[in-house]
T-cell receptor, first 108, second 110 residues
Framework: GIQVEQSPPDLILQEGANSTLRCNFSDSVNNLQWFHQNPWGQLINLFYIPSGTKQNGRLSATTVATERYSLLYISSSQTTDSGVYFCAVVNRDDKIIFGKGTRLHILP | KAGVTQTPRYLIKTRGQQVTLSCSPISGHRSVSWYQQTPGQGLQFLFEYFSETQRNKGNFPGRFSGRQFSNSRSEMNVSTLELGDSALYLC?????????FGPGTRLTVL
């Protein structure tokens, strides 16, 4: 089945720094989303981005579907950005497959 | 618009018992899917329901089952609980494209 790999697995940054999180997937997908899981376990939808580029405040994402990767950019990090970031894709069987996530720690 | 709600939020059970979790989707969303999250296995797809029919199923044993009602609310049931069933159970609803998740039910099996 489709493989979803996220990198890096862990990232520690100082407040104010910028970061880039990567998601590689091994096959064509119908759907790609980025989520942020907060310390209470809630998964918050950041972007629905099967292709192209989107921006929302300090966050932006780019998916290059032909090369099977997506990038999530976080600029001017804040401590509230800490948590785990997941990339999820929907394969041809309409099953959602999650990557293992990137755990982000923003230090004050 | 109200988000996806899940009840209960926390649950403690003992081995061998059964448990039923509930999920109410966003109004108008007809697809509900369930996921299990554990530290070892990460987020894994359990099943998806659409218009009261199971449309997709992950690789979980038959002890895990679910259903969807005519109002799109969904329940999942786990019978004969095992210690390894301790996890955060998340449900999501969708209207075809983007998924929105509920806050989850944290199940502890003792």
């Amino acid at each position: 089945g489709i493989q979803v790999e996220q990198s890096p697995p862990d990232l520690i940054l100082q407040e104010g720094a910028n970061s880039t999180l990567r998601c590689n997937f091994s096959d064509s997908v119908n759907n790609l989303q980025w989520f942020h899981q907060n310390p209470w376990g809630q998964l918050i939808n950041l972007f629905y981005i099967p292709s192209g580029t989107k921006q929302n405040g300090r966050l932006s994402a780019t998916t290059v579907a032909t090369e099977r990767y997506s990038l999530l950019y976080i600029s001017s990090s804040q401590t509230t950005d800490s948590g785990v970031y997941f990339c999820a894709v929907v394969n041809r069987d309409d099953k959602i497959i999650f990557g293992k996530g990137t755990r982000l720690h923003i230090l004050p | 618009k109200a988000g996806v709600t899940q009840t209960p939020r926390y649950l403690i059970k003992t081995r061998g018992q059964q448990v039923t979790l509930s999920c109410s989707p966003i109004s108008g969303h007809r697809s509900v899917s369930w996921y299990q999250q554990t530290p070892g296995q990460g987020l894994q797809f359990l099943f998806e329901y659409f218009s009261e029919t199971q449309r997709n199923k992950g690789n979980f044993p038959g002890r895990f089952s679910g259903r969807q009602f005519s109002n799109s609310r969904s329940e999942m049931n786990v019978s004969t609980l095992e210690l390894g069933d301790s996890a955060l159970y998340l449900c999501a609803s969708s209207l075809g494209t983007a998924f929105s998740f509920g806050p989850g039910t944290r199940l502890t099996v003792l």
